[in-house]
């Protein structure tokens, strides 16, 4: 049992509450606003730590299951069975349209977690606190999850509402979008405060809360996409070589439900399968629809495994090698006229369904493999050669890739003949994310964040497909229901009017 996962149970109990006015429907479908009812609750230590352990709760909805079809779909990792009509099939598709309900509810919870953040905010300055080590824990954990609200909102949208007060609902329904600068300042700043005010690491209960290290790591993720890799080095230096994380020898343990926040991990977001509402819809919702049977669940095919990936795992020699073997699964199922046949699933984060979309499957947001690739992709782009230690912390993950000892040289190694200058160890950096990161959310930023995801996007699809991609894509439309709420929020981003 992972015991920070089941407290979360009475801090989503008292989120219910203090945001959603008692979770009516009419509220829920609505930015969540700061409520006269709740203005008590702030007022005592216990209460206040009470709101940290729910922001936690905020979380659960955004990333389970709406980020993985965010960060995937779009890209040319995973695809969609359901049509281009479908939410999940707009992303895929590139029809999005402003009233694709994956995009309106992304919004919604991003900005719940960002309003309780706020009120913790506002409140810690104003109660006494026994333990002061306490009072900046709480502070540094509603910063890291109100920078971590804002930077997914600014990626996928780019200017939004910068709320860093708790407004009334008359304030916020004239909120105006800001500009996407000031947004990335307040993320920054967010982030350098919550990497001192909290601590390295937890135990007991704590373990799953956000460290020092969750907040460096994310600041150089930050930095990384706004192309300031001079100011990326420091955080991800920071965490390499003074954090406790070390690449986990066996690359499929990574996923496995009953290793939980292990050494790799930085940090995850927490669920628990069982009867208590907390458990992942991931596993559910990505499997292909024709392995529902044979499964024992109503799958979602919405995160089908590709040709394109499958095709690079082989071309790189990775068709039977231990991380190809822990990223995609096969399944045999038998069709409506009893031929034996076979199809392709995610298999990342696969774990016995007994119970349908409440697995016990953590999401995970960090983890060091991660941040090796982002160290080594800005220290390739502040040097004029690519330096050994850059490479060498690739090549620690490719002989994991391939079932090798970590610190040992191997038979895959990225050579310096092999990468003689700058773009080229660039493109095998680009490489390497995507076959390490696959469908952990990643795809679909690193596309945008590198400039590719047009000529990657379009040669995907091919000049006969009747799906284009166009520079517009690069950010999503502004729900619709939020300008019919608040008509400032207009215009829209280009191509969505």
Not at 114 to 134: H, R
Not at 218 to 234: I, R, S
Not at 289 to 306: C, D, F, K
């Amino acid at each position: 049992m992972k015991t920070f996962k089941i407290t979360t149970v009475m801090g989503l109990a008292i989120t219910c509450l203090i945001l959603a006015a008692s979770c009516d429907k009419k509220f829920l479908n609505r930015k969540p606003f700061a409520d006269i009812d709740s203005e008590d609750f702030y007022t005592s230590q216990k209460n206040i730590e009470i709101a940290a352990v729910g922001l936690y709760g905020t979380l659960q909805n955004f990333y389970n299951p709406n980020y993985p079809s965010i960060g995937e779909l779009p890209g040319d990792n995973a695809s969609d069975g359901s049509g281009a009509a479908t939410a999940s099939g707009q992303l895929d598709k590139f029809t999005i349209i402003p009233n694709n309900s994956i995009l309106s509810a992304v919004w919604r919870d991003s900005y719940r977690s960002i309003l309780q953040s706020n009120k913790i905010l506002a409140s810690t300055p104003l109660v006494e606190f026994v333990d002061e080590d306490k009072k900046k824990q709480v502070e540094g954990e509603a910063r890291f999850v109100r920078a971590l609200s804002y930077f997914n909102l600014v990626r996928m949208f780019g200017k939004v509402p910068l709320d860093t007060l708790v407004l009334t609902q008359e304030q916020a329904r004239k909120s105006i979008r800001n500009e996407v600068e000031d947004i990335y300042e307040v993320i920054v700043h967010d982030l350098e405060m919550a990497s001192v005010q909290l601590p390295g690491a937890y135990t007991g209960n704590g373990i799953g809360r956000a460290t020092k290290w969750a907040a460096l790591t994310l600041l150089g993720k930050v930095y990384l996409t706004k192309h300031e890799f001079d100011k990326a080095v420091d955080p991800l230096k920071t965490v390499v070589e003074d954090g406790p994380y070390s690449l986990l020898p066996n690359y499929a343990d990574i996923f496995d439900p009953k290793n939980a926040n292990h050494a790799e991990s930085i940090f995850e977001i927490q669920y628990e399968g069982g009867t208590l509402g907390e458990g992942s819809r991931w596993s559910f919702i990505s499997h292909p629809n024709a392995l529902q049977e044979v499964m024992g669940i109503s799958a979602g095919n919405r995160l089908v495994p590709t040709g394109s990936i499958i095709n690079l795992f082989t071309a790189e020699g990775e068709g039977t090698s231990p991380r190809y073997q822990a990223t995609i699964g096969t399944m045999q199922y038998q069709n409506a006229s009893g031929a034996t046949l076979s199809a392709r699933h995610v298999k990342k984060h696969y774990m016995d369904h007994t119970m349908q979309n409440q697995s016990d499957d953590n999401w995970p947001l960090l983890r060091y493999a991660d941040v090796l690739l982002m160290y080594a992709e800005a220290l390739n782009e502040i040097s004029g050669t690519p330096p050994v230690e850059a490479i060498e912390y690739v090549n620690q993950i490719r002989r994991r890739a391939f079932g090798e000892p970590i610190n040992v040289v191997g038979s895959h190694e990225l050579t310096p003949a092999k990468i003689a200058d700058t773009d080229s160890f660039r493109e095998a950096i680009y490489l390497e994310r995507r076959l390490e990161l696959a469908f952990e959310g990643h795809r679909w930023f690193d596309l945008v964040r590198t400039n590719t995801y047009v000529e990657v996007m379009n040669d995907y699809f091919g000049s006969n497909s009747p799906y284009k991609v166009e520079p517009y894509h690069r950010l999503f439309p502004v729900p619709q229901r939020e300008i019919d709420i608040n008509p400032l929020l207009k215009p829209n981003n280009e191509g969505y009017n």
